[in-house]
């Protein structure tokens, strides 16, 4: 250890507690107003749209003779699905609904209407006298879905016979964090300059949590659900070998010494997500969706070294560098639910994606102690416009009319938020190098990816 090295240790420790009183400030960036106006309005429109018509007026109305709630495969050509894949079709013309009262008619493949109830011949749908008069349809029960029409084929009610009417989703996620952001911590003294220790280098095991989904079927076309998911915790650590004055800092919160003789980086992060979705199916594989969910991604990084310093007792000295961030992100999002197989057997297949902006209020938190000495937190916040977005491939079994096994892999991406290894360069924690400072940037990405499998329960 060099007499500069020993002065400048003992210059921190000298100075701390002025320095951080004088010095501590937490800075908040502009751009709350509009992110949030932008965010609020989206969501705003799409649930006027959704209240108003149950998104029929971004889909286009399903007029008479339309198939409507069907659970066709983009994989399985329609004529290899058989008259029970869950379709109804609507009669051609309000001239064919005659028999007001009627059990149930049958609407076969060209259209035309035969009375009694023949579930060989087609799709089946029944018949009432509705109030004020007129006739409407609907499924009839156990066999599939309908919407109730009037005399122009326009929906009138909610709560239609269903069969399920509730789905309860319950699955197990096992997740990996890809993409921890480079960052180099410690270099080599000699050769000098090779990164002796990245952040990235905390490669983390997989983690895993539960998620629970809840579905109400108002018809065989709108549905209504609600998620929940948490998984923690994202570990992962890594470490330099022992070696005297190998390594200097790359400036930790303002530090840079280079009497280091060993490092590590520990990460440790977690996420939760609740939304609650508007759903609509159409006559094609493709399930509609969109609305309000949030999201909440929380993530520290501890840095700890040791370094030997000759003139204290003990002789080995450390120090420890703690970033943590917050993010949480409220907002819109839209998606859809796509069936690729499904030919009427026990096994289907399907794919989501779901996507939204969203405002995130982002916080980061630096707390570093120096020389034994602690030196914070320091603390700071900003408002961001963020992106997240949800992509999955699920297979199911049908084990029986109540029960199906679940499998699939998902990938969730966030972006436009904080992370801890963006915030050590504009955090400044180092007393001897001016007052302290910190800053909070929200220029990160986060990607999880994994597998999931659980158990679905109909009724």
């Not at 700890?304 to 560098?321: H, I, K, L, S």
């Not at 199911?396 to 990938?411: E, I, P």
């Not at 400044?428 to 800053?439: H, I």
Request: glycine share 16%; charged share 15%.
């Amino acid at each position: 250890m060099n007499a500069w090295l020993d002065r400048g240790r003992g210059a921190v420790r000298a100075g701390r507690t002025g320095g951080l009183i004088g010095g501590f400030r937490s800075r908040r960036q502009g751009g709350r107003g509009l992110c949030g106006a932008v965010g609020l309005a989206w969501l705003a429109l799409v649930t006027a749209t959704a209240g108003a018509q149950g998104f029929d007026e971004l889909l286009g109305p399903t007029g008479p003779g339309e198939p409507v709630g069907g659970d066709a495969s983009i994989m399985v050509p329609a004529d290899d699905v058989g008259a029970d894949d869950g379709a109804v079709v609507l009669p051609p013309s309000a001239d064919e609904i005659s028999d007001e009262g009627a059990e149930a008619v049958v609407v076969d493949g060209s259209g035309g209407i035969t009375e009694g109830f023949a579930a060989g011949m087609g799709r089946i749908v029944g018949v009432w006298p509705m109030t004020g008069g007129g006739s409407g349809w609907f499924p009839a029960s156990g066999i599939g879905g309908g919407e109730v029409i009037d005399s122009t084929g326009v929906v009138n009610g909610w709560f239609l016979p269903t069969d399920p009417r509730w789905q309860v989703q319950v699955d197990a996620l096992m997740l990996w964090q890809s993409n921890l952001n480079s960052r180099p911590l410690f270099v080599e003294t000699a050769p000098a300059g090779r990164t002796a220790l990245d952040a990235n280098q905390a490669l983390n095991d997989v983690a895993v949590g539960p998620r629970v989904g809840v579905l109400m079927n108002l018809d065989p076309v709108y549905a209504i659900e609600g998620n929940y998911f948490t998984v923690r915790s994202f570990s992962g650590e890594q470490s330099t070998p022992h070696t005297q004055g190998g390594y200097q800092q790359v400036n930790l919160a303002g530090y840079n010494f280079a009497d280091i003789n060993w490092g590590q980086v520990i990460s440790r992060g977690q996420i939760q997500s609740a939304e609650l979705n508007w759903r609509r199916r159409t006559c094609g594989p493709i399930t509609w969706l969109a609305g309000f969910r949030w999201v909440e991604w929380n993530q520290t990084l501890t840095i700890n070294d040791q370094y030997t310093d000759t003139t204290a007792t003990p002789p080995v000295g450390t120090d420890q560098f703690v970033t943590g961030v917050a993010n949480d992100l409220y907002g819109g999002q839209a998606g859809m639910d796509v069936v690729l197989w499904n030919d009427g057997g026990p096994v289907k297949l399907s794919a989501v994606g779901k996507a939204g902006v969203f405002y995130n209020t982002a916080l980061q938190r630096t707390t570093v102690t120096f020389a034994g000495a602690p030196v914070g937190p320091l603390a700071a916040a900003a408002d961001q416009t963020s992106f997240f977005g949800e992509l999955g491939i699920l297979g199911t079994v049908r084990l029986n009319k109540w029960w199906s096994w679940r499998a699939g892999y998902n990938f969730f991406w966030l972006s436009g938020v904080a992370v801890p290894s963006d915030q050590l360069s504009i955090t400044n924690a180092n007393l001897s190098a001016g007052p302290a400072s910190v800053l909070v940037n929200t220029n990160g990405s986060v990607l999880l990816n994994g597998a999931s499998t659980g158990l679905e329960a109909r009724w």
